[in-house]
């Protein structure tokens, strides 16, 4: 079958940095530093089929908007494979808004950014902004604008460029009944299109109301995948036993989980792969080179590698190299023919300035 969006066995790691001088040793591999990995994502595979509306749930800190924001190319995975097969829009709460712009300087950029010509854009500016209803304010800056107002203008401009793909990230958990609605309608819309949907809300009554399949993020895994009534139901069950246990049991439970996190290794999930794959009957080999392409083909590493670190030494002294030669007024060759004149015009300029 050919799916819309296929996500292969895919993690999301945040270092937990406490300085930007970590992040940057970290970064050009200068010194081994202890950092602290907290993983959002643990390992996730699911597909949407052509035309599917799929509703992500979960309790906070799940996942659910880091699954959303790789699925539409906001945020890079970590290891596993994405492939989505068609343009994407998401929307969510002022996502993609240029704070310092004025809402209709907002139309025009998005519109740009998603393919659009100048004339097409003016051709749905009006219903993008009598979509959005936000009166005056189109004029002002987004920074200007209530949170409502930022979740209306969003999701105005996202559903008027007709994209193949909608991510709709808790974008109608805010704004009154009427604009509900009105999005409600429009997703309906699209769904009788054909378009595909994904849609992340804690409401349980809207994911009923809208989707076919729910996905069902639990601390960074995904714990269901199915009808959207059979998952609904299973997570209202668990939702229940939760709240019915003690404070004290709900801080154990939540704190058991997020040190989970804290201590995945993504090592042994790569070996339990390979070991997956072996049992499924593929050699050793062939086994750890198909996990390896799965996990790394399409992600870039995070270190500079030691050619890497080489390369960029050499050019930072061609630079500095190339700046001695034209504060002495001396050719760059010279360097390496006559390093003792260059020395002795280097010491005399220092001198000077002493």
């Given at each position: 079958m050919e799916y819309k969006i296929q996500v292969e066995n895919v993690t999301k790691e945040y270092d937990l940095y406490k300085s930007k001088s970590d992040r940057l040793k970290n970064f050009f591999n200068i010194k081994k530093i202890d950092i602290p990995h907290f993983w959002s994502l643990k390992g996730v595979s699911m597909n949407v089929k052509p035309g599917e509306t799929l509703g992500i749930i979960g309790v906070n800190g799940s996942g659910k908007s880091t699954i959303s924001n790789i699925i539409s190319g906001i945020i890079p995975q970590t290891t596993g494979?994405?492939?989505?097969?068609?343009?994407?829009?998401?929307?969510?709460?002022?996502?993609?808004?240029?704070?310092?712009?004025?809402?209709?300087?907002?139309?025009?950029?998005?519109?740009?950014?998603?393919?659009?010509?100048?004339?097409?854009?003016?051709?749905?500016?009006?219903?993008?902004?009598?979509?959005?209803?936000?009166?005056?304010?189109?004029?002002?800056?987004?920074?200007?604008?209530?949170?409502?107002?930022?979740?209306?203008?969003?999701?105005?401009?996202?559903?008027?460029?007709?994209?193949?793909?909608?991510?709709?990230?808790?974008?109608?958990?805010?704004?009154?009944?009427?604009?509900?609605?009105?999005?409600?309608?429009?997703?309906?819309?699209?769904?009788?299109?054909?378009?595909?949907?994904?849609?992340?809300?804690?409401?349980?009554?809207?994911?009923?109301?809208?989707?076919?399949?729910?996905?069902?993020?639990?601390?960074?895994?995904?714990?269901?995948?199915?009808?959207?009534?059979?998952?609904?139901?299973?997570?209202?069950?668990?939702?229940?036993?939760?709240?019915?246990?003690?404070?004290?049991?709900?801080?154990?439970?939540?704190?058991?989980?997020?040190?989970?996190?804290?201590?995945?290794?993504?090592?042994?999930?790569?070996?339990?792969?390979?070991?997956?794959?072996?049992?499924?009957?593929?050699?050793?080999s062939s086994a750890k080179k198909k996990v390896r392409n799965v996990l790394y083909k399409q992600v870039l590493p995070e270190k500079m590698t030691i050619m890497t670190r080489i390369a960029v030494i050499l050019i930072i002294l061609l630079m500095m190299g190339l700046g001695i030669t034209h504060v002495l007024g001396v050719s760059f060759f010279s360097l390496f023919s006559d390093p003792t004149r260059v020395f002795h015009k280097l010491m005399i300029g220092f001198i000077s300035l002493l």
């Open positions: 494979t994405v492939k989505v097969n068609g343009d994407t829009s998401i929307i969510s709460i002022g996502a993609g808004l240029k704070w310092s712009l004025t809402g209709l300087e907002n139309i025009r950029l998005k519109g740009l950014m998603q393919g659009l010509s100048i004339k097409e854009i003016d051709e749905i500016r009006d219903d993008i902004i009598e979509f959005a209803d936000i009166g005056s304010f189109i004029n002002q800056p987004v920074k200007d604008y209530s949170t409502g107002m930022r979740s209306r203008l969003g999701f105005a401009i996202a559903v008027h460029i007709n994209p193949d793909i909608i991510i709709i990230d808790e974008a109608l958990s805010v704004g009154d009944a009427t604009f509900y609605q009105k999005c409600v309608d429009k997703i309906m819309e699209f769904k009788k299109q054909g378009k595909t949907i994904v849609f992340v809300s804690h409401a349980l009554n809207q994911v009923e109301k809208i989707c076919d399949t729910v996905a069902w993020m639990h601390y960074g895994e995904l714990r269901d995948i199915g009808p959207a009534d059979q998952v609904i139901a299973e997570y209202r069950d668990f939702y229940a036993k939760f709240k019915s246990k003690s404070a004290k049991e709900k801080k154990d439970y939540q704190n058991g989980k997020k040190a989970e996190q804290l201590n995945f290794d993504i090592d042994e999930y790569q070996r339990q792969l390979v070991a997956n794959e072996i049992d499924s009957g593929s050699d050793e």
